[in-house]
């Protein structure tokens, strides 16, 4: 499996330095050619199946897992011309897996590669700043429409929910609110509303929680003592008016609002 790897890791390097990451579609089509060439070589992996077996993507995605590791390292060094890379390399990774997606679909199987930009993701956002994060976040927004439309989301939704949990987790609540926000919109669009880990499958409530609100005798109490103070206003005013204000609350909508609280 040493062989192997090396193998894939060269492929990955040649990749980079022709600059035909820049082409993305060229290079995922490089890789595509290659990764077959590497499975079908007999002195490498001992395999006449055209299927891609399990130790052969586990190969390949530690590979690239490897790879992303050594971006993570440029960008601590550099941050601003890591992170270019990184984004290339995190383009040129969801441009493989979708030219993987529809040769495998074409056949009528399923590539076992739907999850490897999510992995990639993953492991670089766990360990950057926050700066770098906003950053790559900015990317993730701007191809969310091409993961989508492959139907990838569906592939890697669990590991795309931990990965935001964990970026939320990061976050300062009065300096990264703008970040979280988009995050959670994120995260909103790109799960469907059935989704099990944003729904109450269990019917729970929050027995704990008490509503107070005010009795009909306190409201009306209340409201009166609000329009006395208003007719002294107008009084001041040398105006009077005895008309309820048009926008003033009756208890029957009070008591409606304040009690659905009780529920949720």
């Not at 490897?66 to 941050?79: G, K």
């Not at 701007?142 to 964990?166: D, H, T, Y």
Request: net charge negative.
């Amino acid at each position: 499996m040493a062989a192997l790897h090396l193998r894939i890791e060269s492929l990955l390097r040649l990749i980079e330095k022709s600059n035909s990451i820049s082409d993305r579609s060229e290079a995922a089509k490089f890789m595509m050619s290659g990764a077959r060439k590497i499975h079908s070589d007999p002195s490498l992996y001992n395999s006449r199946d055209t299927k891609y077996s399990d130790a052969f993507v586990s190969e390949m995605e530690l590979s690239f897992r490897q790879y992303t590791t050594r971006l993570i390292n440029d960008m601590a060094r550099d941050s601003e011309g890591g992170a270019s890379r990184t984004i290339r390399f995190l383009g040129f990774s969801v441009n493989y897996t979708i030219a993987e997606e529809k040769w495998f679909k074409a056949k009528g199987e399923t590539s076992p590669f739907g999850k490897l930009p999510f992995i990639l993701l993953e492991d670089i956002l766990e360990g950057q700043s926050i700066n770098n994060c906003r950053v790559i976040w900015q990317w993730l927004e701007e191809v969310s429409g091409q993961l989508s439309s492959a139907g990838l989301f569906l592939k890697g939704r669990i590991i795309l929910l931990r990965m935001c949990n964990g970026l939320l987790k990061q976050m300062s609540k009065m300096y990264d609110a703008t970040l979280a926000g988009r995050v959670l919109s994120f995260l909103a669009t790109s799960h469907c509303l059935n989704e099990r880990s944003g729904v109450n499958i269990g019917g729970h409530k929050n027995l704990d929680h008490e509503t107070e609100f005010e009795t009909k005798e306190e409201f009306e109490l209340h409201l009166s003592e609000m329009k006395n103070d208003n007719n002294k206003k107008m009084e001041n005013e040398n105006e009077e008016s005895d008309e309820p204000s048009e926008g003033a609350v009756d208890y029957d909508l009070y008591e409606s609002f304040w009690s659905l609280q009780q529920v949720f």
